[in-house]
């Protein structure tokens, strides 16, 4: 049983399969082949790896998963390289299909590549079925044995071994067969195999400590300084295992038989840091995966690749980045030659994940935490509006078959059971699509109350514009038709709010199928959306605004305030996290629209993908994406609207909320005071997808 917080969570410990093991090799293979196939990356040696007739094809998020780990790998190998100008040798543990040598040696043989010339010794060691493997894979390409010519069989210097373990290559290749559970005999190959001792080392590991027991790994580490005390290491591993995210990754690796034996231990940059410098490395760098990743392209490479396919998984993107770390740590006696020949180029990750989390307390104001049992809402991408004593939710991503929605489901605010008004819904041409990332609002009108929806995608090359109003009091959709010149493009994650002084509706934001809207904010008011003739007529705003503040973004979370829109986080431009908050007016008098930004203390954090809702003079953000990980109270911000002041809020549950709460592609939505957040969740990488709960409310005490 494993504590962490407040809370527990027992982990029975899987039994790790060696066959399993071993496929994780193809998993990473086929993905990272993929990714190369779809042009994000450069490597002309992997597609000789792959034996099959038919090439794999991943998702965009995978794609993009994968090019993050290739290039920061990429990355440390060079920085190493450039280290200094002395000869040097890496030990890949745990190998696999990699192509880092090949792709080493077509620098070493570019003249315009700062590697030109140089010279390495590389070391290749993973379990005997997959080094065989590749041994024969690479006999069979003709390109790969240009480089590396016929690999023979090195004979053994230890007379008790009957075969050897080593496979000797051209230009310093060597082939380990060796176990990391059997360091012995690891080490004697290594040594038959021309390791010297003496010699600037990078030992590499790939996802690979993460499958042994925390004792034996750690002994790893140990064994690795011993034996080459000049040397680095640089370790890729999963981490920050208490969120939802992290636990459906350990939840994924546990059901497939190759558990993370020591991701409890060592969960993020800190314990992995401490770890590393108990054993006796020193200079221990911690970085996510986003910041090196980030850091490793220019603006240019970084537009191409976002640009490859169509995208629309930013949130779990960016936890998958701040889910994995890149650590790297340097000996004492590796440091101090790298000064004495003053070559330490080499740019070591910065420790961006201990610096990055704001010094705010949790505020001294409580907050219950209640799941409600309500059926039907196990989707994302979703909107949600209040219209009276009942909550009208619509569409999004989920349901039964795990696909886009329309069904518009409608709940009593108060008991959270299903109402009757939707039972004699009627059937006509006018429902609105199955769609994802629409923005909806509710229109209080005299005669009866009206629910508006707006826009949303089909595919992300498919945003829509079309915009529907629903009569909860005839149980009918209309569409409406869009009159006038500043008609907004097609867009989804776009925000909708009513202001009912002076009766207008407020459109902010959204992106398309080419990323961030340019046409930014609209504004309808009443008496021009018509529900007799079926027709809205748009308002731009963007060239009507006073203020210098920039509306440009999505994902971002809007409510209405003393008659002002108020507007927090979101995604920017090229992708940029915001953490600003802005209020939208309108002077009664003028009809002038002004806006400002407010200047909170301290600075917000950056957020998407999140809700905000407003109690009294107190606004609440709740989930969403963040500069890293969020820890449980991060989740949570609570903001006083007269003294722009703000702190985490602490939020009480009976459960281990924090790893079974999605808090991102969520809604929120607020009655008698009470904030209620419907569903929310995303697809986890490749560990599968992952639903919020169906509804949950919470309660600011008094």
């Not at 790969?144 to 050897?164: C, P, T």
Request: proline share 4%.
């Amino acid at each position: 049983e494993l504590t962490f917080g407040s809370q527990k969570k027992k982990y029975k410990m899987a039994a790790t399969s060696t066959a399993k093991v071993e496929a994780t090799n193809d998993t990473s293979f086929l993905s990272k082949l993929s990714a190369v196939n779809k042009g994000y990356v450069k490597d002309q040696w992997i597609s000789h790896l792959h034996c099959g007739s038919r090439h794999p094809r991943r998702s965009p998020l995978i794609n993009k998963g994968y090019t993050a780990r290739m290039v920061a790998i990429d990355t440390s190998i060079r920085n190493f390289m450039l280290s200094d100008h002395g000869s040097k040798q890496i030990v890949s543990l745990g190998a696999g299909f990699e192509t880092s040598f090949f792709k080493l040696q077509e620098a070493i043989c570019s003249p315009d590549d700062l590697l030109y010339n140089m010279k390495v010794s590389y070391f290749e060691c993973d379990l005997s079925q997959v080094a065989l493997k590749k041994k024969q894979l690479i006999s069979e390409s003709p390109l790969l044995s240009s480089v590396v010519g016929n690999l023979q069989s090195q004979e053994s210097h230890n007379a008790a071994r009957e075969s050897s373990y080593v496979f000797r290559g051209n230009n310093g290749y060597r082939l380990i067969l060796g176990d990391l559970r059997n360091l012995d005999q690891l080490e004697a190959s290594l040594i038959d195999g021309g390791l010297l001792r003496d010699v600037h080392t990078l030992f590499l590991s790939e996802c690979v400590l993460s499958y042994l027991p925390f004792e034996e790994s750690d002994e790893v580490l140990g064994w690795a300084l011993r034996l080459c005390p000049q040397s680095q290491f640089v370790s890729y591993e999963p981490s920050y295992p208490h969120d939802a995210f992290g636990d459906q990754m350990v939840d994924h690796f546990k059901r497939n038989c190759t558990p993370l034996r020591s991701v409890y231990e060592y969960p993020d940059a800190h314990t992995q840091r401490l770890r590393f410098q108990n054993i006796g490395w020193e200079n221990v760098h911690a970085a996510l995966l986003g910041d090196v990743f980030t850091a490793s392209m220019d603006k240019a490479e970084k537009e191409r690749i976002d640009n490859l396919e169509p995208f629309d998984e930013d949130e779990e993107f960016d936890m998958k980045l701040n889910h994995y770390l890149i650590l790297t740590a340097s000996s004492a006696l590796f440091l101090k030659k790298c000064m004495e020949m003053k070559c330490l180029s080499q740019e070591v990750p910065s420790d961006t994940t201990s610096t990055k989390a704001l010094s705010v307390e949790c505020s001294s104001q409580n907050c219950s935490w209640q799941v409600l049992p309500v059926p039907d809402i196990r989707r994302w991408g979703h909107c949600s509006s209040v219209l009276g004593q009942k909550v009208y939710t619509f569409g999004g991503f989920g349901g039964v078959k795990n696909s886009r929605l329309a069904d518009l489901s409608c709940y009593d605010c108060e008991t959270m059971s299903p109402c009757d008004s939707l039972k004699g819904m009627a059937s006509n041409d006018q429902l609105p699509s199955p769609r994802v990332g629409a923005a909806s609002c509710a229109l209080p009108c005299q005669q009866e109350a009206l629910y508006f929806l707006h826009g949303g995608r089909l595919s992300p090359m498919k945003p829509l514009a079309d915009s529907f109003l629903f009569n909860t009091g005839t149980a009918t959709w209309s569409e409406l038709k869009s009159i006038g010149d500043d008609t907004p493009s097609p867009r989804w994650r776009h925000t909708l709010d009513f202001v009912a002084r002076p009766k207008v509706m407020f459109l902010v934001g959204g992106r398309n199928e080419k990323g961030v809207c340019d046409d930014v904010c609209f504004c309808a008011t009443l008496h021009t959306l018509d529900d007799q003739s079926k027709t809205i007529q748009w308002n731009k705003l963007d060239s009507k605004i006073e203020g210098s503040s920039d509306l440009r973004r999505h994902s971002h979370a809007s409510a209405v305030y003393n008659g002002k829109l108020i507007v927090y986080g979101g995604l920017g431009a090229k992708s940029k996290r915001l953490s600003d908050i802005q209020t939208l007016s309108i002077n009664l008098e003028s009809g002038v629209f002004a806006m400002r930004e407010l200047e909170t203390s301290p600075l917000l954090p950056p957020r998407y993908s999140h809700g905000i809702g407003i109690v009294g003079d107190s606004l609440v953000s709740i989930g969403g994406v963040g500069a890293n990980v969020l820890q449980w109270h991060e989740n949570f911000i609570l903001m006083d609207l007269k003294s722009l002041t703000w702190s985490y809020l602490h939020v009480q549950s009976d459960y281990n909320a924090y790893a079974d709460s999605f808090l991102i592609r969520h809604t929120v939505v607020v009655y008698n005071d009470k904030i209620l957040i419907f569903g929310g969740g995303g697809t986890c990488f490749s560990f599968g997808a992952r639903f919020n709960k169906p509804c949950i409310r919470l309660e600011l005490s008094k």
